[in-house]
Nanobody, 122 residues
């Protein structure tokens, strides 16, 4: 599975961005977004199952919305009310297990995209 993340950029605090992750095939896979800020470990952001079930990290709950369009093999991450601490490289990842469950560790995902940089200025 090949993944292509896009949509990153520079935005002011309080603004919005929408990230996209297009997969060579999405099928019934679980797709997640992770992020890694400079000098910090990679952390889970959100995930979505093929049926639309979702999971969010507490840090983004209520501000970010994950969705998927299976006809386009694409998953989106709508990021609203952005904060400087959201600044990071955002990665999408896929797990081929169709059974959605909470999985927040990077080791639980098989394929990774190249990352897209999000910078939030104060």
């Amino acid at each position: 599975v090949q993944l292509q993340a896009s949509g990153g950029g520079l935005v002011q605090a309080g603004g919005s961005l929408r990230l996209s992750c297009t997969a060579s095939t999405l099928a019934t896979f679980v797709l997640a977004w992770f992020r890694q800020a400079p000098g910090k470990e990679r952390e889970f952001v959100s995930s979505i199952g093929w049926s639309g079930m979702t999971d969010y990290a507490d840090a983004v709950k209520g501000r970010f919305i994950i969705s998927r369009d299976n006809t386009k093999n694409t998953v989106y991450l709508q990021m609203n009310s952005l904060k400087p601490e959201d600044t990071a490289v955002y990665y999408c990842a896929v797990d081929r297990d169709r059974n959605f469950r909470r999985r927040r560790y990077g080791t639980e995902y098989e394929y990774w995209g190249q990352g897209t940089l999000v910078t939030v200025s104060s």
